[in-house]
C-alpha cells in the first residue's frame, strides 16, 4: 500500500465499477480485439480473478485509490509462457502523477519478494506509448515482437534480480515468440 493507492482482493462492489472500466471504448481500444465488453463479461471476470486469489494467493488485484475508491486493476496471471503481469486503468486516473507507475511497482514488490517469481513479462501493443514508457521506466525490457490476432504486441520482461538491482545491467535474453512478426514497434521503441 502506499499513501494513496492499495492493491487488494477483489469484492462484489468492483463488479459495477469494473464493468464500467471495460465498457469505456477509450480504455479497451489497445486491449485484446478493440472492443468494449458487456457487465456480464466483467462480472465473469471479476469472479475468475476472486477465485485465482482465494486458491493460489494472487492473480490480477483491484487497485483503490485514497479518496477515488476502485480505479482498475494490476497484477499476474500464469500463462502458458511464464507470469503476466498486466493492469487496466480508468481514464479519469490516466497521466495523474505516476498512478500507474505506483501501482506497478507496489505490484512488482508483491510478486518479486512476496510471491517469489523470478521473471514476469508483459505485452504491450506499440501504439500505447504511455504503457510502453512505464514498461521501461518499471525495468521492465523489450525483449520480442509477436504477431496476434489483433496486432503487433511488444513482450517485455522483467527479472527478479533486475528489479532488485534497482533496474540495474542484467541483460535479457531475447525470447522470438513469431520470428514472422515484423520489427516496426520495436523500432518505434527507439523513437
Not at 82 to 107: E, N, P, V, Y
Amino acid at each position: 500500500m502506499t499513501g494513496r493507492l492499495t492493491i487488494r482482493s477483489w469484492c462484489e462492489s468492483d463488479i459495477d465499477p469494473y464493468a464500467e472500466l471495460v465498457a469505456d471504448p477509450q480504455v479497451m481500444r489497445l486491449i485484446g480485439n478493440g472492443k468494449p465488453r458487456g457487465r456480464a463479461s466483467a462480472e465473469r471476470e471479476v469472479r475468475w480473478f476472486m477465485d485465482e486469489i482465494a486458491c493460489r494467493g494472487w492473480s490480477r488485484f483491484a487497485i483503490e485509490h485514497k479518496t477515488e475508491g476502485f480505479i482498475g486493476y494490476i497484477g499476474f496471471a500464469q500463462k502458458p509462457d511464464g507470469i503476466d503481469f498486466g493492469g487496466r486503468l480508468a481514464r479519469r486516473c490516466w497521466g495523474r502523477h505516476g498512478i500507474a507507475f505506483d501501482s506497478f511497482m507496489q505490484t512488482l514488490e508483491l510478486g518479486f519478494d512476496e510471491l517469489g517469481f523470478d521473471r514476469v513479462y508483459t505485452t504491450t501493443d506499440p501504439r500505447n506509448r504511455s504503457a510502453l514508457r512505464i514498461n521501461l521506466k518499471a525495468g521492465f525490457e523489450p525483449v520480442a515482437e509477436t504477431a496476434m490476432t489483433e496486432g503487433n504486441l511488444i513482450r517485455c520482461e522483467l527479472s527478479r534480480a533486475r528489479y532488485r538491482s534497482g533496474r540495474g545491467h542484467e541483460p535479457m535474453p531475447l525470447i522470438v515468440m513469431d520470428r514472422r512478426a515484423p520489427p516496426r514497434a520495436m523500432q518505434a521503441l527507439a523513437s
